[in-house]
């Protein structure tokens, strides 16, 4: 025995076999992250397929080309940092959620140049270790340089040629429901129509029901964690309930306004599948809903202010940003709590 303990301590001794849990959870394995993908994928083709029954098959040529622009690229990246290069479906999944944030409209070209921006955006993230939203600046780069191209959505129930490069006759609708709700004005497409996907929309845009399936699905897979994007979703429908942008506004009609703000444009496809990525994910419950409050309501201070089409996209960048910062601040607690210290016996 030590002659003075007094100012001696020491931890409890550790079992036979103990292992250090870390602080921070430990990432999936490979195996577990291809499966997360898949899920992603599997949530993702009932758009597709309504955006087919809308526009004919041009969603499914857009897609494709998106697929193989970032499948192409990602193997190039790899043979050109002489890195071995093993299957991986992160970029078919980076693919499709391009596509889906595209008008059927698009010519095929708009893929191949938003996957460019990905693939660029991504590489120089993982060389400086840091995590972002590739798919979600490279959209905001690809609508900054082609306006006009994002912007003409066309009638829902109009058969687009599949293999036209470019398509230069087809009739735009002139204003999305949401952008005539920020003008003060009820659209005529009614919030059941935006809601079940009868109306029009960009391809992932155009049925909240079904990116809420896909979400439910997500949930009952334990793909996705629900605290961030369903705040970042209660976020938007209180702001824009409390602070009504119609005209006279009772609460009915300050209802309706909340419902096309939250799916009459990309936000809800933004939650869903642009904030599923584990590794940029808050870590603990506090985090999260901070970082989705946060998000949600850049996004309605937004709006009005700049192009719809980029208010959730920025919101999801900067809570990309925002996400490691909280981090530092708010830790989880080991599993457990800490061991106290205790005193040596005499």
Request: proline share 8%; glycine share 6%.
């Amino acid at each position: 025995m030590n002659k003075n303990p007094k100012h001696r301590l020491r931890l409890t001794r550790r079992p036979k076999g103990f292992k250090e849990v870390p602080l921070y959870p430990i990432l999936p394995s490979s195996e577990r992250a291809q499966s997360l993908r898949y899920d992603l994928l599997i949530a993702m083709v009932p758009l597709l397929l309504l955006s087919v029954y809308h526009y004919g098959f041009r969603p499914i040529t857009l897609t494709l080309v998106s697929v193989m622009a970032m499948t192409g690229l990602d193997f190039a990246v790899n043979k050109l940092f002489k890195k071995e290069y093993r299957f991986d479906i992160s970029p078919i999944v980076s693919g499709v959620l391009i596509a889906l944030f595209l008008p059927a409209s698009a010519p095929l070209w708009l893929p191949l140049i938003t996957a460019i921006f990905a693939t660029a955006i991504k590489t120089g993230c993982d060389k400086l270790r840091f995590s972002l939203s590739s798919v979600a600046l490279s959209l905001l780069l690809s609508f900054l340089l082609f306006p006009g191209i994002m912007n003409a959505i066309p009638e829902a129930g109009r058969t687009l040629h599949p293999f036209a490069i470019s398509l230069k006759s087809f009739r735009a609708i002139p204003a999305s429901p949401l952008e005539k709700v920020l003008t003060g004005f009820l659209p005529d497409t009614t919030t059941f129509e935006t809601f079940f996907g009868l109306n029009s929309a960009r391809i992932g845009e155009i049925s909240g029901f079904l990116i809420a399936v896909g979400f439910i699905y997500l949930l009952i897979r334990k793909t996705v964690k629900p605290v961030l994007p369903l705040t970042f979703i209660i976020t938007v429908g209180v702001f824009a309930y409390l602070n009504p942008s119609l005209e006279a506004a009772s609460d009915v009609v300050a209802l309706d306004g909340a419902l096309y703000n939250v799916f009459g444009s990309n936000t809800f496809l933004s939650a869903v599948f642009l904030m599923s990525e584990p590794k940029r994910a808050p870590k603990t419950f506090i985090s999260a809903v901070f970082c989705g409050a946060f998000g949600g309501i850049v996004t309605m201070l937004l709006r009005g202010r700049i192009p719809l089409f980029l208010t959730a996209l920025i919101a999801v960048i900067l809570i990309d940003v925002l996400s490691p910062i909280v981090n530092r601040f708010i830790k989880p607690s080991p599993f457990g709590g800490n061991i106290a210290p205790q005193k040596e016996e005499k």
